[in-house]
């Protein structure tokens, strides 16, 4: 169980992926502002923050999402 994390829609491109349970206050080099898609696996849900550090605006997702355009 885990998330990955697309650079491009319909989980394309270059992307990283979480096991569940792991917390990270930054995304990997050279996908910051990157992500566009997100596939989760097993009962995973991801919280999302616009900055670094797990700061500003967050989002949660409780199931994939194709197209991050689409959630706002």
Same mark, same amino acid.
């Given at each position: ?14 992307? !990283?992926?979480?096991?569940l349970?792991e917390?990270s206050?930054?995304?990997?080099r ?6 566009? +898609? =997100? &596939?989760?696996?097993? !009962?995973a849900?991801?919280?999302?923050f ?13 199931s +994939? =999402? &194709?197209?991050?355009?689409d959630?706002?």
């Amino acid at each position: 169980a885990g998330a990955c994390f697309y650079e491009d829609i319909n989980y394309g491109g270059r992307y !990283f992926c979480a096991p569940l349970g792991e917390e990270s206050g930054r995304v990997p080099r050279g996908t910051n502002d990157e992500i566009s +898609s =997100i &596939r989760l696996f097993g !009962f995973a849900e991801v919280v999302v923050f616009r900055a670094d550090d797990m700061r500003g605006d967050s989002r949660r997702f409780t199931s +994939s =999402i &194709r197209d991050l355009r689409d959630a706002g």
